[in-house]
Structures are given as structure tokens and as C-alpha cells.
């Protein structure tokens, strides 16, 4: 139960805050993540913690993307997890991605443990635990380059929520299509994705699945053109330009 009460102005904030520490409580969440998650919510702040136009038109464009890919994948990290396991599986229930685990910061024990979280919430099937069928992304120069072969290393699009930069750029120098989620317009991550949502993961991941019902009535030609009509460097510069307008006219 939820000890924060609902008149308190950062009540929201503070919920998804406390979704984070049960999650590190139970071994899903590192402290690597909290601090990851406080970079996060500083940008929401700033945009005011709603979401913003753009990134309504980039959960569009993902949606479109998610419907037209051959083999998609949910890349799955521990805060992805502690904040949004319903949702993550409902998205790749209902455009039959692979959810996989990959992890920044990783041990076999945390990516068996958000795994099972995973199936706790109805996950099917959950890729990137162990050793059977994992290979390794050249680019990457760390243990983080670790990915499976039936998941990502098949894939032709990744959704990336909450990555690094390093990975995100690996994923397109092997020729992936990336879609990330990521608060900050101006990480590596979100210059790197081919579709960035600048929005908190808490409000983007539902409004994915809701698109994703609703441009499934599409047929193709029509969502390859929401894809080819979307502009990330564009869509990242007018989030840059809400940021600059919003912190001026605080400072008025
Ligand atoms: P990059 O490596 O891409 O340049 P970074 O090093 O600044 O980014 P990382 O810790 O590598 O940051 O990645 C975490 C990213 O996730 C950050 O950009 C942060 O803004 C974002 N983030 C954290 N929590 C959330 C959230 N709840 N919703 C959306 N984005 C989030
Ligand atoms: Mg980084």
C-alpha cells in the first residue's frame, strides 16, 4: 500500500518512484537504474509530466513501425520491468514480438529474476537468459554485448525503452531499425533511434499498445507512410525547442 498521499503535488512522481525501490527490493532494479531514473524524471519535469505532441506523433510512427516489422523485439531492462510489466507484454502480445531481457548492468541471477517477473505478468516467453542461445554484438566492447539469437540478433526492429547509449548505436551499425523511449531528446539514445518517444515510460508504453489497436485496421501502404513521413532529428529538435520554452517562461 502506498504510504504518499494523494494531495501531495509530486504524488505521481513519487509513485512510480516507489514502483522503482520495490523493484530493487526485489532484485529486478539496481542502483544503476535508480540513479538512471532520476536523469529521467528531471527531463518529465521539465516538460511538466504530461505528454507532450511529439511525442504522441512518435508513439504514431513506432506503433506503424512495431506493425510493419518482420521480427520485433522488446528489449527489456530492470527498470522497464519494475514500471511497466503489464504493459510490455500486452505490447508484444498484440504485435507478436519477442520480449527479451538485456541488461546495462547484468547477472544471470537479475535476468532469470525480471524473467520470471515477466511471466508473473503472462509473459509467454521470455528471450536472453543463459548462455544456450546468446551471441555477442561486435560493437559493443563490454559484457553488455551479450544478445540472443532467436531475439534481438534475429530482429529487423528493436524497441529500445530506456537504453544506453553505446547499445543503441551498436543495434544500428548492425543494421537494426531502433525505437527508443527515452525522457532526455538529447541522449545518444535518442539521437541514434530511428523513432525516439520522449516521454516517461509510465505514460508512453499504454499509449503504444492503445496505437498499436488502433493502426492494426491499416493496411500496409498507409503505415509505411506514417513511418516514411516521420522525422526523428525534426521530432527531437521541437522537443528541444518545448524544453527552452518552458524553462523560459519559468525564469520570466
Ligand atoms: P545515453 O547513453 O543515451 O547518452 P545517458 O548516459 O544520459 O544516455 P543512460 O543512463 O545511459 O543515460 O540511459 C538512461 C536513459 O533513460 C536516460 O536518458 C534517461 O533520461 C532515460 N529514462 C530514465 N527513466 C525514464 C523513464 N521513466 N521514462 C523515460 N525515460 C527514462
Ligand atoms: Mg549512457
Redesign the pocket.
Known sequence: MSKISSEHPRVESLR?RELLVEGFKAGLVVSEGLA??G???A??YIIGEKTAEQAKKAVEAAAAMLLTAKRPVISVNG?VAA?VPDEVVKLADSIGAKLEVNL?NGSAEREARIAEYLREHSAKEVFGIGEKFSTRIEEIHSDRRKVDKRGIAAADVVLV??????R?EALKKIGKKVIA????PM????RAADITIV????R?LPRLVMAVRRLSRFDRVRLHKIVDDFDNTKNLKAMVELISKRLKNISR
Request: proline share 3%.
Open positions: 512510480i538512471a531514473h536523469r529521467g524524471e527531463f518529465d527498470n514500471l546495462f525503452p530506456l537504453e544506453d547509449g553505446d543503441t523511449i527515452d525522457m532526455n541522449s545518444r539514445t535518442a516521454d516517461n515510460i509510465i508512453a
